[in-house]
């Protein structure tokens, strides 16, 4: 066991500060160390009341903790995981961390106290501290950045894929346009070149039947150019009425129309194109009155008769009925004619679009697309079915109250 002297030398060159403390609280030994700590010069801490190495604020609690710890004394460590603070002769309090350890001898019972300065510790805890919250902070600002980075990226794809959208509609758009412009080319001049030569023709034999006085054929010529400049003026009308569509400047004028005596005024309108043997049969149901644009209901029912009567051979029947509720007018128009093919039909109402068994027969391709578009406009819908060499039937509703205007 070590002896006297080797128990003296560990408490004098000891690198921790050991004070022992009698029943009383005042010290009865204090080693190097423990003096350096405190700042007290060599044997000078010696009977000095504990409480006066204790900082003011915690005296009053430090007697109670040492009262009640004499009642139990027992082998303990302080300061581990809690603020405790000493009291240097200066007056500058500083952290420390305290093992208590009690014993008895034959003058009494003490505590030998072994005091570890923690400023040290104390302050490379703060600095990591310090580097930790720092670093939580760049965390933080970091992942920040990279949310906004992300949300930058984000909206960058969006307007990326929308720009590839709106490029994708715009190329569909021009492909459109460069289809209808084909359409419209080899509809315009295959109508007008028919036209034109019938109007030259006859023009020549107007005057070369004007040099024999012959009345009659000049009369019928005549009339041939009259035809022609009417198909002119037909075709011509009918890209108008696209345009004015095309750019929304279609005025519509609705009012109370008494539909029944306006079919039998277009019916006696259309009676001079019908071919040989051809019939309109008109049939009504339900109210007179339709609230509607009359130029616009016109020019449906126009369109459809004249298709019906161009389509159709001769010595058949065109079926026109009108029935109007409170709610709607419904239109439908059928005929007994050549029938539309049914690969043909999903593309009927398009721009300039013709029936592979139509090609033959005059027309723009615009009819039907200038109808569909002016139903739309009324807030109506319009339905077919046909079937070859038995007819087609189409029917229109529109609604017949103020309130969809």
């Not at 022992?20 to 160390?33: D, F, H, I, S, Y």
């Not at 021009?174 to 070149?193: G, I, P, Q, T, W």
């Not at 004619?337 to 068994?357: C, K, S, V």
């Not at 139903?375 to 029917?395: D, R, Y």
Request: charged fraction near 25%.
């Amino acid at each position: 066991m070590p002896n006297k002297e080797e128990f003296s030398a560990l408490f004098t060159y000891a690198t921790e500060g050991i004070i022992v403390v009698n029943e009383q609280g005042k010290l009865t030994m204090a080693n190097p160390a423990a003096e350096r700590l405190f700042g007290y010069e060599p044997g000078t801490l010696l009977h000095t009341q504990l409480e006066q190495l204790i900082p003011k604020r915690y005296e009053h609690t430090h007697h109670h903790y040492r009262t009640k710890y004499s009642q139990n004394p027992h082998a303990r460590n302080m300061g581990i995981g809690m603020d405790l603070y000493a009291l240097r002769k200066d007056g500058s309090e500083f952290p420390v961390e305290v093992s208590l350890s009690p014993f008895k001898t034959a003058e009494g019972n003490f505590v030998i106290a072994f005091i570890i300065d923690n400023t040290l510790r104390k302050q490379t805890e703060a600095t990591l501290r310090k580097q930790k919250e720092e670093l939580e902070k760049l965390t933080a600002e970091l992942e920040k950045r990279v949310r906004h980075r992300t949300l930058i990226l984000e909206e960058a794809l969006h307007e990326l894929e929308h720009s590839r959208a709106e490029l994708s509609q715009l190329l569909e758009k021009e492909k459109e346009v460069n289809e209808l412009k084909s359409r419209f080319v080899s509809m315009a001049s295959h109508e007008f070149r028919t036209p034109l030569a019938t109007i030259l023709s006859s023009l020549n034999l107007v005057e070369k039947y004007g040099t024999l006085n012959d009345r009659e054929n000049q009369q019928r010529h005549i009339m041939r150019i009259k035809t022609a400049i009417n198909h002119m003026t037909d075709i011509l009308n009918d890209m108008l009425s696209i345009s004015k569509i095309e750019e929304g400047k279609i005025i519509i004028q609705k009012d109370w129309i008494n539909l029944t005596q306006c079919s039998q005024h277009i019916i006696q309108e259309i009676r001079p194109i019908l071919k040989t043997g051809q019939q309109i049969h008109f049939q009504h149901q339900g109210q007179e009155l339709g609230y509607i644009d009359q130029n616009i209901f016109t020019t449906i029912i126009m369109n459809l008769l004249s298709n019906a009567i161009k389509f159709s051979p001769a010595k058949t029947n065109i079926y026109l009925s009108l029935s109007i509720t409170d709610s709607a007018m419904t239109i439908v128009v059928k005929d007994e004619g050549m029938g539309i093919p049914e690969e043909d039909q999903p593309n009927l109402f398009g721009r300039f679009f013709r029936a592979q068994n139509a090609t033959n027969i005059q027309g723009t391709g615009l009819g039907l697309n200038i109808i569909a578009r002016y139903v739309e406009l009324m807030q109506g819908n319009i339905t077919f079915k046909s079937q070859i060499e038995h007819g087609t039937t189409f029917t229109i509703i529109i609604p017949n109250t103020i309130e969809n205007e």
